[in-house]
């Protein structure tokens, strides 16, 4: 097996095998980690190659240099490590999560790596020297939408008050509509910091969106949904496409006009949009039963919709303990 760094000859191979493989994610993706090397995080993109030369694992590594901070390596939704050769791969990425944070001492320097795969279940790789991280990058509960479904079964599945209120939408005539046109960021924007505003979340600047929105429309990885009722934007939402999965990732929405139901006509549209283009899964994107929460509130709604909870092991950390006391030292100082 060879390990070394990707390059840009590389992309499509990483690019198939974060979409094909069954913990990949966007966050993996090459398009997700130019955009972060916009909004100021430097990226450092490695894989794993069999004897002929074909990519068969691999890792993306973040990191956001803040001298003042004890920072983090981390790759989210990762490391795709080969079959058979899991705790051999690790160990590589280790070694060279290790040496990358000596190089980024005059930066911050880095006191752990925090990965986070998208299992199930902890995989005998994930070594005692990793520790659940008390923080994680992706939320590691998740409500999955089977698009496999006809659109009869999907309706079937929904708690009762949903389909009621898709249909109530239907009847009020709102309407839907979804582009990735850069003219659509702004209006986005508006109604994601209101509700954010409103509901008491910290909310990402204009810059981030325009950074996000560009890079993934011009992939064709992303779209702006907007819910419409007598000629004025009333919800929107921001949809991921990845592999066989919609993951719809932000959202907002306005207080006039509750009484039409315009998030419920939207987020049935994405659903239905998503199924017609072929993928498999509508993703949520967080999910928690636990009234005490951040997501409670929304998970309400989004139970209404059926679908199947998804719980993955989170985030862990692999801790530098050298760099680590080097790093306290230096900030108490």
């Known amino acids: 097996m060879i390990f070394r760094k990707l390059v840009n000859s590389d992309r499509q191979a990483w690019d198939k095998l974060t979409q094909t493989h069954t913990q990949g994610c966007f966050m993996q993706s090459w398009a997700w980690a130019n955009f972060r090397e916009m909004d100021g995080y430097q990226t450092f993109r490695y894989g794993f190659f069999d004897e002929f030369n074909q990519l068969i694992g691999g890792c993306i590594f973040y990191f956001y240099p803040q001298p003042s901070s004890a920072n983090l390596i981390f790759a989210p939704a990762a490391p795709l490590l080969p079959k058979t050769l899991e705790s051999q791969a690790m160990e590589m990425l280790i070694t060279e999560a290790e040496t990358l944070a000596k190089t980024k001492e005059n930066q911050g320097g880095a006191i752990a ?3 986070e795969p998208l299992l199930n279940t902890k995989p ?3 070594s005692a020297d990793f520790v659940r991280s008390p923080a994680d990058i992706m939320p590691s ?3 999955w939408i089977d698009l496999q479904k006809t659109e009869a079964e999907l309706l079937s599945a929904m708690h009762s008050k949903g389909r009621y209120n898709i249909c109530l939408s239907h009847r009020y005539g709102v309407e ?7 003219d659509a960021i702004p209006h986005f924007y508006d109604l994601f910091y209101e509700t954010a ?3 008491g979340f910290l909310s990402e600047p204009y810059g981030f969106f325009i950074k996000l929105c560009q890079t993934l429309f011009r992939e064709s990885m992303a779209e702006i949904g907007f819910a419409k009722y007598q000629g004025s934007i009333l919800a929107t939402i921001l949809v991921i496409y990845w592999g066989d999965r919609c993951t719809y990732l932000y959202g907002g929405r306005s207080e006039s006009d509750r009484q039409v139901m315009p998030v419920y006509a939207l987020h049935w549209a994405a659903i239905k949009r998503a199924k017609q283009r072929g993928y498999k899964i509508y993703d949520f994107y967080g999910y928690s039963e636990d009234p005490n929460h951040a997501y409670y509130k929304f998970s309400q709604f989004k139970k209404k919709f059926g679908g199947k909870i998804i ?7 692999y801790f530098f303990y050298d760099h680590l006391a080097n790093i306290i030292v230096r900030l108490l100082k």
Request: hydrophobic share 30%; aromatic share 8%.
């Open 197 to 199: 505003h409103r509901q």
């Open 311 to 317: 719980n993955t092991i989170g985030a862990h950390d």
């Open 113 to 115: 790596l925090r990965i």
């Open 124 to 126: 005998e790789w994930l």
């Open 141 to 143: 509960e998740t409500l």
């Open 176 to 182: 839907t509509t979804f582009t990735n046109n850069d």
